[in-house]
């Protein structure tokens, strides 16, 4: 019998190679065989992948193998592997055995990848006149073979064209062999005191790559010297847990208008180490783009070509590294402690090993998630005074000074290292019992500022309505001049005092009107609130506030100077600020010589709102505007008006704290 056996041969890029098929006799003849062949298209067609062939092969007695050669004619096309076949036809002196076999021709041929192109962020001073060049470089991830190019266009920021700088767009074209071009933008120079600006640039329509980093932020940084007093601290805290139910994201932070962020929680562990305490909101969270800064979605996977392929910071952490980029005077701090998470605080400051370990651990924190620029202390509190459970003794306030200079000392060390600065802060209380065990002349050597917690004087654990935030005349010197004048006689620079306001308030039920609204009347429980009973983030009492038929009346309390809301109908009494609460305390702060404002916490705030407290407050201590021009902006004006002259005017600052 007579067969034919399969073949393979590879393409080659070019000419022809040669697919040979085999045709055997199944034993020696002793008489002469002939067997006809032909080729036939299987996914490979005649003419393009190779030569059609036919012929008779002759075997002469003895002989039992011959060969039928296919020319296949090469390419450098990436394509499947492709076969045709030959088939043996009218046999003589022998049978049919195996008629048909299949020839393979096998792709040789490699894709080429193209390059990504990426465009890197960049900074420049602005200069004082002229125009400076802010060089954005553009590279490729590999050298490309044949021409690339790539659009580009800026875009404001914080920034102005025009006024900032040149806008600029246009395209950029690579040689091949070539790997980086840079994108030039004119920085127009002045004197102006400014913040730092950005613009961003993108790029968009490659050819022959695909787009890597799309988009950079060119920062142009202030070198105008400010010829003024310290700059102010105008601080928020942002908590963790915002992004969930009250739908708070790192993206309605309103950057433009503090210069600290303070984000919180850390945990403190007994052995002394720091640890996240809710790690998929701080480093795992994808955001979408509605949620994000930079208005991009976060991806759970990114091809290996892509950078962010290899990020392993996301969530809050990496929504704020963003912000900053957006706001690049912004600081941010991380706060450790707080209500809940403060039990463990005297026992680590009690020994040497705990304050060394939480030290360490402190720097190694700072120097993995580096878009932080210092710690702030929440210990609540030393000597007792904070939640059920939590460690406590009569030694904390002199451990807590032994702490701080530990930590001090470490951050002293990175900044030698880092060339950065880090900021070390503590908040602290405003409640004259718990200042007494909070050693405030053995801390502050160590402190930038105290973030003065003047809120809480008062609320739900009584069962009497009062002020949260008065700021005088608590006949139990619960107040905010009491606890600022405590700090004074304590040795601490003015300087070294940011003054705390509430973004939220304390509120009961069951309260009767009693002629002045529900103040000091006593309560049957606590207010609905917001989120907690006895508790309403301010934009959501404002709103019902602003609701000409909630029930709402705002008072003002002119003995005390502070704020408050009585609802008659349902019985409801809370603390409350205003903008003009915010502007008197601002400017009184300001007279004294303090150092900033802080708020707890901006979640709570009425973010964008012309009632925005965080605005009254940016706009008292930067714009330098006045009680009456913040008033004037306000429409909570209507207060009836309890005590005093009946007249809300600046707040008086005595010679003795003139003097301090």
Known sequence: SVSIANATVAEGNSGTSTLGFTVALSKASTDPVSVGYATANGTATAGQDYTATSGTLTFAPGVTSQTVNVGVIGDTTVEPNETLTVTLTSPSGATLGTATATGTITNDDVAVSLPSVSI????????????????FTVSLS?????????????TDGTATAGSDYTATSGTLTFAPGVTSQTVNVGVIGDTTVEPSETLTVTLTSPSGATLGTATATGVITNDDAVVAAQEPVLAAYFPEW???GRDFQPADIPGDQINRLIYSFLDLKPSGEVAIYDTYAAVEKRFTAAESVSGEADQWYYPPSDPRSQQTVWGNFNQIAELKQKYPDLKVNIAIGGWTLSSNFSTVASTAQGRETMANSIVNFLTTYQMFDGVDFDWEYPGGGGLDGNSASPNDGANYALLLQEVRSKLDDLEQQTGRTYELTVASPAGYDKI??????????SVDYFNLMSYDFHGTWENTTGHQSAFTGDPNGYDIKTAVDLYLASGVDPSKIVLGAPLYTRAWSGVADGGDGGYLETASGKAPGSFEAGVYDYKDLLAQLQDPNSGWELYWDDNAQAAYLYNKSLGLYSSFETPTSIAQKADWAQALGLRGMMFWDISNDAVGSPESLVTAGYNAWVQHEDLATIRSGSTLTDEVIVGGDGVITDLPVTPNELLA
Do not use: R
Not at 120 to 135: I, L
Not at 142 to 154: C, D, E, L, N, R
Not at 436 to 445: H, Q, V
């Open 142 to 154: 590999k050298a490309a073979t044949s021409t690339v190019t790539v659009g580009y266009a800026s």
């Open 436 to 445: 007494a065990n909070f050693n405030l002349a053995g801390l502050a050597p």
């Open 242 to 244: 915002g992004i969930y």
């Open 120 to 135: 890197a962020n960049t900074s420049v001073a602005e200069g004082d006149s002229g125009t400076s060049n802010m060089a």
